[in-house]
């Protein structure tokens, strides 16, 4: 019992944020069939189940479009924090760290210690990747959601062609549609908002107790600081 207990207390923040996942998408997937079932009574035409809406192209966009941009969210702000800074930011570098720092200050190669990863110890091609795997992850899962999202919404857009007596189009022609590139900018545009304005705002707030945040009593020039 112990050790549940000490797990659960040191994965609490992924513990706790899977829960809350598994929960909204739940949430999105009860709502979404509603509204999905209300639109098609109004269109004289039987509703569907639980099961079948999961698995139709109409859930899945939907999931796919929000997934995608918070991938995107994540490699930007991975790769920009290296080159870029914010004076007075805890979610930025001291102002004269700006770039991909030296072997000492990263702790690779002869600078490594006994409790390093075994890649940042073997020096090559291997280091050379594991410097940039979370960058490197987090564009590929990107990619992929966004290329989830294009072929989903293809299907979900062609089905509505079809509805509505029109022909539908290829999937390179739904690249280049109005449709597949608002609901892509409709989630970019929101992700920069957040990120530029959590960067600025945590220059002049605080939040006692987080690492998100600087020291309450910490001045606002203080540039990298964590709480």
């Known amino acids: 019992m112990t050790a549940v207990r000490s797990f659960l207390k040191g994965n609490g923040l992924s513990l706790g944020f899977g829960a809350l996942f598994l929960a909204t998408l739940v949430g999105q997937a009860l709502a979404g069939v509603a509204e999905f079932n209300d639109q098609r009574v109004s269109e004289g035409l039987a509703g569907v189940s639980l099961a079948r809406y999961v698995t139709s192209s109409s859930f899945a966009v939907d999931v796919m479009e929000n997934w995608q941009s918070e991938y995107l969210q994540f490699f930007l702000y991975v790769y920009a924090t290296v080159w870029l800074v914010q004076r007075g930011s805890p979610e930025s570098k001291e102002l ?57 919404g293809w299907s979900a857009f062609n ?13 390179l022609g ?7 590139w608002s609901r892509t900018f409709q989630n970019w545009q929101s992700e920069m908002l957040a990120v530029g304005s959590m960067a600025i705002f945590a220059v002049y707030l605080r939040q006692r107790g987080s690492p998100e945040s600087k020291p309450v009593g910490a001045a606002h020039a203080d540039t990298g600081q964590t709480g």
């Open 96 to 152: 004269h760290r700006v770039g991909t720092e030296t072997d000492q200050e990263q702790r690779v190669h002869e600078h490594s210690g006994e409790d390093s990863p075994t890649w940042a110890r073997t020096g090559g091609l291997r280091t050379a990747v594991f410097s940039r795997s979370l960058g490197l992850l987090m564009g590929g899962i990107f990619l992929l959601t966004w290329a989830g999202m294009s072929v989903a």
């Open 159 to 171: 089905a509505e062609q079809l509805a509505g007596h029109e022909d539908p189009v290829s999937w």
């Open 174 to 180: 739904y690249l280049a549609h109005p449709d597949f």
